[in-house]
């Protein structure tokens, strides 16, 4: 079984190498078709690695404290299902959400009130590069102290990591409209905040919505990485954090795995986001996003 | 296959192969937690040439919070390593065999400090409260502790809410926890620092409430004890070092002093290291390195002891070898 299973990982990825490069330079004249081949590439990709890699550990023997088989993470992951949503639930619904939505609602409205006042953007401007130099791993421990060890210190670091992003694009969204579409405005007439919410606010979604995606990835790991520090005993870093010191790595892996499946989740929701309020924009007009 | 894969890993900047003794003496050392005096008798072997009488070339690596020192171990990182015996024995239990050689501490150093005002007057106290516990392996003997009170360590009425604390004291001095995770040689003395007094606190030593567990021993993985150059080896090592334990136990000043050359950090302080010495040598003082079999079986059972959830499940076999602390004593 063993051997046998190797030379069967071997073969895999060869015919998946082959049958991805052959895939990639059909055209199907049926859509639908086309639509699957796009889809089918990456997952042959993907099964590939994991067939590799079981494949890897079987063949040179790796002791499961170094690297587990995909298969015993598997079982692990089905046999702790109530665990892992125990720490989902701590870390991405409770911890992650609220302080992706403080952060970068508050990064939001800072550069609004940033770009109504040239006093406050010479003063909050490098607060907020100051901001965005802290460290995860230095403010942790303090927000810990601030906010007690249960979610509220983990979000207020998603928070601190979520803001800055949010307020260096939006303000560099609300000034990609052109001088010539804003003075049409005011030939209108209109006010500073009918300009800001027809003209201005729609010009600069796609910029905000880039932070929105990149925000989606630094919360989860904000979160992950804030919960190395003091912590209840749930929780997905804590979890990583206390598995790998109990030699259990196959647990590591799946809650690695469910962090990566959330945090993609995560940011596909706010691509689909994106798609539906910025229809008008090129890249999503010629349906690709 | 196997030995071809590893040597590949070393090349990849990794450890060299598991299962393979370094060429002719080399000696890796992985400690269990930074430099500090909790492992001065090795720092003194070093300093002192007492393994270099023994004709080893010792290199001792420091742990910190994010090193399993089995881990290492298995990764062959290291030949021996100093582990407490719970987390070795959970991970004996799991798969990477792990024997213990030699125990130079005695007794344990682990407790709860309590400040007074929030009444934990008695472990009957404990319910209903919250307290800091280190995580990292370090658990099993708190968990098996609550276990054999049976006490639940998911909160509520009757349960106490567990925190993981950090390699700090900070959860007592900020209030949020009504006890924390201490050792006798270190962070007990943290809190003392930040201005608590004495008669402020009341500690439990798990000692004296007959949990306590093997702290600090020397292990190595069962497949190296095969082979009887580095069987050799280990007699050498052991008996060098527990020389230098001695040594320090004599002259606590000068041995917090050798440790304080080897920290690279800077962090440590003469003050902290001297007193962590003194305490330090009140546990390592009954032991001439032999693990003594009832010390290990008290262990044993107080980690089967851990009521529905024990750190291990079945009792351990040839966890624990006497043969090289005998070569090393007897001459």
């Known amino acids: 079984m063993n051997d046998g299973f190797v030379w069967f990982a071997i073969a895999f990825w060869l015919g998946g190498w082959a049958f991805n490069e052959w895939l990639v330079r059909q055209k199907f004249s049926n859509p639908a078709l086309n639509r699957l081949a796009w889809f089918a590439v990456p997952v042959i990709f993907g099964a590939a690695i994991i067939i590799i890699w079981e494949g890897v550990v079987i063949a040179f023997n790796i002791p499961p404290i170094l690297l587990p088989a995909p298969s015993d993470v598997w079982v692990r992951l089905i046999n702790s299902l109530p665990i892992l949503w125990a720490d989902f639930r701590q870390t991405f619904l409770k911890a992650v959400l609220i302080g992706y939505a403080i952060g970068c609602g508050s990064g939001f409205l800072v550069a609004i009130l940033i770009d109504r006042s040239p006093f406050l953007k010479n003063g909050l401007l ?164 | 296959m196997k030995s071809t894969f590893l040597a590949a890993l070393a090349a990849g900047g990794l450890a060299l192969g598991a299962g393979q003794a370094f060429s002719a003496d080399e000696i890796t050392l992985q400690l269990k937690w930074v430099t500090q005096a909790q492992f001065a008798g090795y720092y003194v072997a070093l300093e002192k040439g007492f393994y270099e009488e023994e004709g080893l070339d010792v290199t001792i690596k420091p742990g910190g919070p994010d090193i399993a020192p089995a881990q290492v171990l298995a990764g062959g990182g290291a030949d021996v390593i100093v582990d407490w015996m719970p987390s070795a024995l959970a991970t004996r239990e799991k798969g990477v065999p792990l024997v ?124 190296d004890l095969k082979d009887p150059k580095f069987k050799d080896d280990m007699v050498k090592f052991v008996r060098a070092s527990m020389k230098g334990w001695k040594w320090a136990e004599e002259n606590p000043d000068e041995a917090a002093e050798i440790v304080l050359d080897y920290d690279d950090t800077g962090a440590q302080t003469e003050k902290h290291q001297k007193r962590m010495m003194s305490e330090v040598a009140k546990l390592t003082a009954g032991s001439n390195g032999a693990l003594d079999p009832a010390d290990y079986q008290r262990t044993v059972e107080v980690l089967l002891g851990g009521g529905s959830d024990p750190v291990i499940t079945k009792e351990p076999e040839g966890a624990y070898t006497l043969e090289i602390t005998d070569a090393a004593l007897s001459n």
């Open chain 1, 126 to 289: 490098p607060f907020g590069n100051f901001v965005s130099a802290l460290p995860i791993v230095g403010i942790a421990p303090i927000m810990v102290m601030w906010f007690g060890f249960d979610w509220p210190s983990k979000a207020a670091v998603v928070v601190v990591a979520t803001f800055f992003p949010m307020l260096v694009n939006t303000i560099q969204g609300l000034s990609a409209s052109s001088s010539m579409e804003r003075d049409l405005m005011r030939t209108y007439a209109a006010t500073w905040s009918q300009t800001l919410i027809k003209l201005r606010l729609p010009a600069a979604w796609p910029f905000i919505f880039n932070a929105l995606k990149i925000n989606s990835t630094l919360a989860l790991i904000g979160a992950i990485v804030a919960e190395f520090f003091g912590t209840p005993t749930v929780g997905m870093g804590f979890r990583i954090s206390t598995e790998v010191g109990r030699a259990n790595i196959d647990m590591v892996w799946a809650e690695i795995a469910v962090a990566a499946l959330a945090g993609s989740a995560f940011y596909g929701v706010v691509a689909l986001i994106q798609r539906v309020v910025t229809f008008w924009h090129p890249s999503v007009r010629s349906g690709r996003s």
């Open chain 2, 100 to 223: 213990n050689i030699a125990q130079p501490y005695k007794s344990s150093g682990m407790m709860l400090t309590c400040l007074k005002e929030n009444n934990v007057m008695s472990p009957e106290d404990f319910p209903g409260k919250t307290l800091g516990v280190w995580f990292y392996g370090n658990e099993y003997p708190f968990l098996s502790w609550m276990a054999h009170l049976g006490i639940p360590t998911d909160g509520g009425e009757d349960g106490v809410t567990v925190l993981k604390q950090g390699f700090n004291v900070d959860p007592l001095l900020q209030k949020q926890a009504a006890c924390i995770s201490t050792m006798t040689y270190n962070e007990y003395w943290q809190v003392i620092d930040a201005g608590i007094s004495e008669d402020q606190l009341n500690t439990f030593k798990y000692e004296d409430e007959g949990v306590a567990t093997l702290e600090d021993g020397l292990y190595v993985l069962e497949d």
